[in-house]
């Protein structure tokens, strides 16, 4: 696909900071007079937006493989309506998740594997690849010291176990893609920003 725009992602454990970094990123290159769209999966459009709930619900058990295919359905809509278009517009496009979150939790903490993850996001964003991805690495007990008390969604109801494959799946995937970049997301928020825009202004020419 020709396209002119960068595509940034965001990618991490809950609570690893993926809104706040993406927040500060977005605010900063708009600041800088950049066309930018920050927009975050599950989700992103309104179809997309509905899948989410659906998959974040707690009060819902729902099938490894048919959670598979909702991220997969709710990633499709994404790419074609958002990505696509924005970045076919020149646009710095900064999205919350995307395939690497499908092949750390569907793929190696629900144990569904990488092989498949592979195949099905390829189909999902029609190959469409990210430029950078960044991952914020956090310690598992991470999550417990952040936002306390805030309502958990299906996912983060999930427990230490489940998390710990996740990390294990998100360094595994990070490793074998030649765009990823993993930082240590328990570094302060400011610190974290400086490490981003340096990564991202080797992307901008
Ligand atoms: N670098 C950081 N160090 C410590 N706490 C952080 C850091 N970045 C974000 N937080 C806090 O952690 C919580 C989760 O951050 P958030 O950006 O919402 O994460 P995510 O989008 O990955 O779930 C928030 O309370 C946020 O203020
Ligand atoms: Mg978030």
């Known amino acids: 696909m020709k396209r002119s725009g960068l595509?940034?992602?965001?990618?991490?454990?809950?609570?690893?900071?993926?809104?706040?970094?993406?927040?500060?990123?977005?605010d900063t290159l708009k600041g800088r007079g950049h066309a930018v769209l920050h927009t975050r999966e599950p989700g992103g459009t309104s179809v997309a937006e509905g899948v989410r709930r659906v998959l974040l619900d707690p009060s819902l058990t729902i099938d490894p493989l048919a959670e598979l295919f909702l991220?997969?359905?709710?990633?499709?809509?994404?790419?074609?309506?958002?990505?696509i278009p924005a970045l076919k517009a020149g646009m710095i496009v900064i999205s919350e998740r995307f395939t690497m979150s499908t092949d750390a939790y569907q793929g190696v903490a629900r144990g569904l594997g990488l092989k498949t993850t592979t195949a099905l996001n390829r189909i999902a964003t029609s190959g469409l690849k990210p430029d950078l991805t960044i991952l914020l690495d956090i310690p598992v007990?991470?999550?417990d010291t952040r936002d306390q008390g805030r309502e958990l969604d299906r996912l983060e109801r999930e427990n230490g176990e489940f998390r710990l494959k996740v990390r294990k799946g998100y360094l595994k995937a990070a490793k074998a893609d030649s765009r990823a970049?993993?930082?240590?997301?328990?570094?302060?928020?400011d610190a974290l920003q400086s490490k981003i825009l340096a990564l991202v202004a080797k992307k901008i020419r």
Do not use: M, W
């Open 71 to 83: 991220y997969e359905a709710s990633r499709a809509q994404h790419t074609q309506e958002k990505l």
């Open 141 to 143: 007990n991470e999550f």
């Open 181 to 189: 970049v993993v930082l240590d997301g328990k570094l302060p928020p």
């Open 7 to 26: 595509f940034i992602v965001f990618e991490g454990p809950d609570k690893s900071g993926k809104s706040t970094q993406a927040r500060l990123l977005a």
